[in-house]
């Protein structure tokens, strides 16, 4: 029947045509909310007693340095249309600064660089990277994202479109192919005030091929084309604690820029041996590359995502833990309802509120804490060893 259908269309691309049209429009329709980023996705507010627990300090705390009357050393409380007080992100980093709570970048240190990565897809690179993003910005840390995925889905949980808000021109296509300088000019900012943004579009996609094309990038001024990125953050590094880079699940030109301006990689793997077949072939090929080149990696690290529980993920993560020793976290991340939903919102988890998620969403950041926890001990040494 099926085939039947299939063969009254005359070509491939007519077979194709009718549903490309359909998706379009939907994605037209999903993403006239997305269209105006800063009116339509305000970041929320967060209670006193979330306030506290982000920060790290008591509810009293708060109030003895936050009186109604703005005689303390916060000033006056912001509320929110009932009447709580509500915390904004810049109100948060606001107090950290003011009570000295929380961890920062030592002074005179470079920015971080991790890169979330790994030969295959769907895995979970870009929901770990906007979700450790988002983590880390309420911890107080300034993040820059590098989308270096054509897919751009990380380019869309941050509220952008490609067909509405830029070109293939303002991606990091034209950093790496002609002018590291322009990094600066396609950062754009996201509607978390310390998270920003170089996004991606399907037509950087070429970026690959060109790149190691002497006809296409400008190999005489830049240099070889594998360090083009690590080139152009020098450029940035000082605004930032933290940038944190989603690639493409290929081995490309485009992912192995991210790797060599890393300091520390993250593999996600999921508990089963399809993945662990593909992450050989990408250690291989890693292995190969940091053998023939200089680069500056303090850490390399698996995590395994995904656990459902059963019996078969049990054995595989023993597996891979076993194979993987020494390189890879004890952080486990289960399936997780919120990091579901929050893929069908087109959002990280931290922005998913209401009653009936509650517990899902909690569970979800408290396996992006631990996580991050994990990773930190490895940034904050990478800091320390500067
Ligand atoms: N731990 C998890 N629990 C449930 N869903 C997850 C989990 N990790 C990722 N996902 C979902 O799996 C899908 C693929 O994840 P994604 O991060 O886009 O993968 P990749 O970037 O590696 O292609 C997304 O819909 C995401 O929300
Ligand atoms: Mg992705």
């Known amino acids: 029947?099926?085939?039947?259908?299939?063969?009254?269309?005359?070509?491939?691309?007519?077979?194709?045509?009718?549903?490309?049209?359909?998706?379009?429009?939907?994605?037209?329709?999903?993403?006239?909310?997305l269209a105006n980023p800063h009116e339509t996705r305000q970041l929320r507010t967060w209670k006193i007693g979330e306030a506290a627990a982000i920060l790290g300090c008591h509810q009293q705390t708060i109030r003895k340095h936050e009186k109604p009357d703005g005689s303390g050393k916060l000033g006056m409380p912001e509320y929110d249309q009932s009447g709580h007080r509500a915390y904004s992100l810049e109100r948060l980093n606001f107090i950290?600064?003011?009570?000295?709570?929380g961890k920062s970048k030592p002074e005179g240190a470079?920015?971080?660089?991790?890169?979330?990565?790994?030969?295959?897809?769907?895995?979970?690179?870009?929901?770990?990277?906007?979700?450790?993003?988002?983590?880390?910005?309420?911890?107080?840390?300034?993040?820059?994202?590098?989308?270096?995925?054509?897919?751009?889905?990380?380019?869309?949980?941050?509220n952008f479109n490609q067909t509405f808000d830029f070109t293939a021109?303002?991606?990091?296509?034209?950093?790496?192919?002609?002018d590291p300088l322009l990094i600066k000019d396609v950062i754009r900012e996201t509607h978390w005030p310390t998270v920003d943004l170089i996004p991606a579009h399907e037509e950087m996609e070429d970026t690959d091929y060109s790149l190691p094309d002497p006809k296409k990038s400008n190999t005489k001024k830049l240099g070889p084309a594998v360090y083009r990125l690590k080139l152009a953050l020098e450029f940035v590094k000082q605004d930032y604690d933290i940038i944190l880079c989603d690639c493409g699940p290929n081995q490309g030109p485009m992912t192995l820029n991210a790797l060599l301006a890393s300091d520390h990689l993250l593999l996600p793997i999921l508990?089963?041996?399809?993945?662990?077949?593909?992450?050989?072939?990408?250690?291989n090929r890693m292995k190969s590359l940091f053998t023939d080149v200089e680069e500056n990696i303090q850490s390399i690290n698996f995590f395994i995502?995904?656990?459902?529980?059963?019996?078969?993920?049990?054995?595989?993560?023993?597996?891979?833990r076993e194979q993987f020793d020494g390189i890879i976290l004890d952080s486990t991340i289960p399936t997780s309802e919120g990091f579901i939903t929050a893929g069908n919102n087109l959002s990280s988890v931290y922005e998913l509120r209401g009653k009936n998620k509650n517990t899902a969403v909690k569970n979800s950041m408290n396996y992006t804490k631990k996580l991050c926890d994990e990773i930190m001990t490895y940034v904050q040494h990478g800091w320390e060893n500067q």
Do not use: W
Request: charged share 20%.
């Open 96 to 101: 950290r600064r003011e009570l000295g709570l």
């Open 169 to 178: 021109e303002e991606t990091i296509k034209n950093v790496l192919l002609d």
């Open 271 to 283: 508990p089963d041996l399809n993945t662990f077949t593909s992450s050989m072939t990408y250690l």
């Open 1 to 33: 029947m099926l085939a039947n259908k299939q063969n009254k269309v005359g070509s491939a691309a007519d077979l194709l045509s009718t549903p490309i049209t359909r998706g379009q429009n939907a994605l037209k329709a999903y993403t006239k909310i």
């Open 110 to 158: 470079s920015a971080a660089v991790v890169s979330v990565t790994i030969y295959k897809g769907g895995v979970g690179k870009t929901n770990t990277t906007i979700s450790l993003a988002h983590e880390l910005a309420l911890r107080g840390y300034r993040i820059l994202l590098i989308d270096l995925d054509p897919q751009g889905t990380l380019t869309y949980k941050c």
């Open 305 to 320: 995502n995904n656990h459902n529980g059963n019996k078969q993920a049990v054995a595989a993560e023993a597996f891979l």
